[in-house]
Every structure is written in C-alpha cells, then in structure tokens.
C-alpha cells in the first residue's frame, strides 16, 4: 500500500462543502484510477487517467471531478457530494506488474 | 463482457485446515487474474496473479492459486489457515489484450481459532 500514497486517510465534509482527495505514486506507471468502494462490495471503477488523459469516465456525476497535474498525481475534487456518496475511495495504478492500490479515503458526507 | 463470480459470500475455516476460496471467470480471449485481499478499513493488496506459464501460481503469505482454463476457474487455497488471514477476498479478471479490470463480489473468509 505505500507505494500508492492517498491523504487524507479520513475525511468528513458537508453537502455544501468543497474538498479534494489526493493520491500519490513514484512506481513510473502511466495508467491511474479512482474506485470507490462501498462496505463489503467490489470497488466500483470512477475514472481512468492514461499518460494524464482522462480515458474512461463511468458516467460518475459531475459532483465528483479529476484532475492529474502530473504523472505522479491523481486528484479527485468534490463538491455539493450527497450522503450516499459516503464510501472508500481508492486510487490504484498499473504497471506491467499488474495494479496496486493505495489505502483509500474513508469519506463520511454529513 | 467480461465477468467474474465468487459463489460464496462467506467461507469458514478453522485455523490449522486447509483453505479454498472459489472463483470462476469469463473473458474474450486469454485472462490476467488476480487476488487481492482486504482487512477492515484498508486497500486491496495484492495477492497473486495469472498471466501465462505453470497452472498452479504462488503468491503472498501462503496463499496459492490454480488455473483451470477448461472450468474457466481460479481458485485460491492455502495449506494451513491461519486466524489473521481473516479478511474480504476479491479475485479480478482482465483480458490479456486490455480493458478494465473487473471484480467478483467478494468472499469473507472467516478463520475461527
């Protein structure tokens, strides 16, 4: 889990409220992803980045808005979230070892 | 479409039997599978995967896996459970040309002491 860095480990915001989900790598690998991940269910697939494009959105709502500043971070911005969108959010690479994920955000939306 | 299944939501185990948590898979082509296991409040690690070469694959803390191209299956076992290899277990397909990687629902391995 350490070579894939994501902070903050928890994070409670209001429906109102504007944050932002960072995930770090120094692993080389040019394809990121954010998951989110409800309690005891497979991670769902968000986004795709490849070489810093955007490449899959899974029709996730406009709430929920990536961003990759460079090939070594992934950012997931929120805003006006819903409480059903409270889950882990995981981000993950991939090499040509297959993927690793990092530890994930708790977010609670209150 | 690819898919995966894992029948089982929950799998008991005492501790010192030996294990299998099953999964079975349907891709185009050849498949890169994977196990990944998950502890409470924590990101998927990896396990083991499957991309070519001996059926049965080795991976972490003892856990291993064989493929079985005829029953599409790739099930994971371990000899000798151990209570802290309670945990969720996801195993995940990939076509080996490309796309997204797509998980089963998962299995709750419960090792009693």
């Known amino acids: 889990d350490t070579e894939v860095t994501q902070t903050p480990k928890h994070l409670v915001m209001g429906m109102t409220n504007k944050k932002s989900l960072k995930c770090e790598q120094h692993m080389g690998h040019r394809a990121m992803y954010w998951y989110k991940q409800k309690a005891k269910k497979p991670p769902e697939l968000m986004f795709v980045y490849s070489y810093e494009k955007l490449s899959i959105n899974e029709s996730v709502p406009s709430r929920f808005s990536p961003e990759c500043p460079n090939s070594s971070l992934l950012n997931l911005h929120l805003h006006a979230l819903q409480p059903e969108d409270s889950a882990l959010y995981l981000c993950a690479t991939q090499g040509s070892d297959g993927y690793t994920f990092g530890s994930g955000t708790r977010l609670t939306v209150v | ?113």
């Open chain 2, 1 to 113: 479409a690819q898919s995966v299944a894992q029948p089982e939501d929950q799998v008991n185990v005492a501790e010192g039997n030996p294990l299998t948590v099953k999964c079975t898979y349907s891709v185009s082509g050849n498949p890169y599978l994977f196990w990944y296991v998950q502890y409470p409040n924590r990101g998927l690690q990896f396990l083991l995967k499957y991309i070519t070469g001996d059926n049965l694959v080795k991976g972490s803390y003892g856990f291993e896996a064989e493929f079985n191209k005829s029953q599409t299956s790739f099930h994971l076992k371990k000899p000798s459970a151990l209570v802290s290899d309670s945990a969720l277990y996801f195993c995940a397909v990939r076509a080996l040309g490309g796309g997204q990687l797509t998980f089963g629902s998962g299995t709750q391995l419960t090792v009693l002491p």
